[in-house]
C-alpha cells in the first residue's frame, strides 16, 4: 500500500521561506513522475511543480518559477518543494501527488482527479 506524506507547511510573512518534504512508502520511487499541488479555498487545484523519477527533468507553473525548486532523494524516498520569496498569494494546502500523468499536468495546467497517489496536504499560509 502507498502512502505519501507532506510535512513542512506553516505560517511566515511575505519572502519568507518553507522547505515541504513529501515521503512516500511502498511507493517505487524509480518510476513515474511526482509533482506539488495546491488548493486555495474557493479555487480549482493547480499544479506547482513536477519532476520525473531520477531527474533532472523538472516542471515549474509560470507563478512559481524562479521561486520554487522541486528535488528528491530516491535514498529516502522523499519529494521535496523549496519555497523562498514567498508572497501571499501562496497561500494554499500544497498536496504531493504520484503519476505518470502528473508532470504533463504541471506542463499544461490541467489538473486530474485521479492521479493515483495523493497525500493529505500540508497548510501553507503567507501574511503580508
Known amino acids: 500500500q502507498v502512502h505519501l506524506v507532506e510535512s513542512g507547511g506553516g505560517s511566515v510573512q511575505a519572502g519568507g521561506s518553507l522547505r515541504l518534504s513529501c515521503a512516500a512508502s511502498?511507493?517505487?520511487?524509480?518510476?513515474?513522475?511526482m509533482g506539488w499541488f495546491r488548493q486555495a479555498p474557493g479555487k480549482e487545484r493547480e499544479g506547482v511543480a513536477a519532476?520525473?523519477?531520477?531527474?533532472?527533468?523538472?516542471y515549474y507553473a509560470d507563478s512559481v518559477k524562479g521561486r520554487f525548486t522541486i528535488s528528491q532523494d530516491s535514498t529516502k524516498n522523499t519529494l521535496y518543494l523549496q519555497m523562498n520569496s514567498l508572497k501571499p498569494e501562496d497561500t494554499a494546502m500544497y498536496y504531493c501527488?504520484?503519476?505518470?500523468?502528473?508532470?504533463?499536468?504541471?506542463?499544461?495546467?490541467?489538473?486530474?482527479?485521479?492521479?493515483?497517489?495523493w497525500g493529505q496536504g500540508t497548510q501553507v499560509t503567507v501574511s503580508s
Open positions: 511502498g511507493y517505487t520511487y524509480s518510476s513515474s513522475c
Open positions: 501527488a504520484a503519476d505518470i500523468r502528473v508532470c504533463q499536468a504541471v506542463v499544461t495546467g490541467t489538473v486530474l482527479s485521479d492521479y493515483n497517489y
Open positions: 519532476i520525473y523519477a531520477g531527474g533532472p527533468s523538472t
